[in-house]
Structure formats: C-alpha cells, structure tokens
C-alpha cells in the first residue's frame, strides 16, 4: 500500500505540477496579448497625433500663405513708391549735376 500511496502522490505532484504550467502559460499569453493592445493603442494614439499636428500645420500654411499675397503687394507698392521718389529727387537734381560735369570737363588745367 505504501507503494500506491507514493504512487498517488507522485501522480497528484505531477498533476499540480502540470497545472501550474499551464496557470504560467496562460498569465504569459495573457501579458503578451494587453502588451500587443497597447502597442496598437499607442500607435493609433500616435496617428491621430500625427494627423492632427499636420492638419494645424496644413492650415497654418495656407492661413500664412494667404497673408503672402497681401504681403507681395504690400511690398510692391512700397517698391514702386520708393522708385518714383527716386526718380523725382533724380530729375529734381539733374540740371544741376549735369552742369557740375559739364564745368569740370570743360575746365582745363595747366
């Protein structure tokens, strides 16, 4: 009887032994399953992100891009202003320049 006790007690060892393995390998699957969710969760977190930040830049390109236009002919009629004040000082002062040429060319010296 002794030797079907030891029996019986190797075969419930076993058999909790077993148990236990099993026990593990459900809890590991189990951790590698909410790892895998949270990597699909993280990434998808990150698409949005991603897909929001170019949207606000997308829309602060075109609101700047908007303000260009202005800007180019802003400056454009800064630029034609400041020629035109250009020319009007030049021919202000032209009669007298080309006399001054015309005094020193003329002028001979010994």
């Not at 019986?8 to 951790?31: C, F, M, R, T």
């Not at 400056?75 to 000082?89: F, M, S």
Request: glycine share 4%; hydrophobic share 40%; no cysteine.
């Amino acid at each position: 009887m002794d030797a079907n006790r030891g029996q019986k007690g190797i075969q419930l060892l076993l058999a909790a032994e077993q148990e236990a393995q099993h026990i593990v390998n459900a809890a590991k699957n189990a951790k590698i399953a909410r790892l895998k969710q949270a990597k699909e969760e993280a990434e998808k977190e990150i698409a949005e992100f991603r897909a929001q930040m170019e949207a606000d830049f997308q829309r602060k390109l075109a609101e700047s891009s908007g303000d260009s236009g202005a800007n180019v002919k802003r400056l454009e009629q800064e630029t034609d202003a400041k020629i035109q004040h250009l020319r009007t000082q030049a021919a202000s002062i032209s009669p007298d320049v080309v006399q001054m040429l015309l005094k020193y060319v003329t002028a001979v010296k010994n």
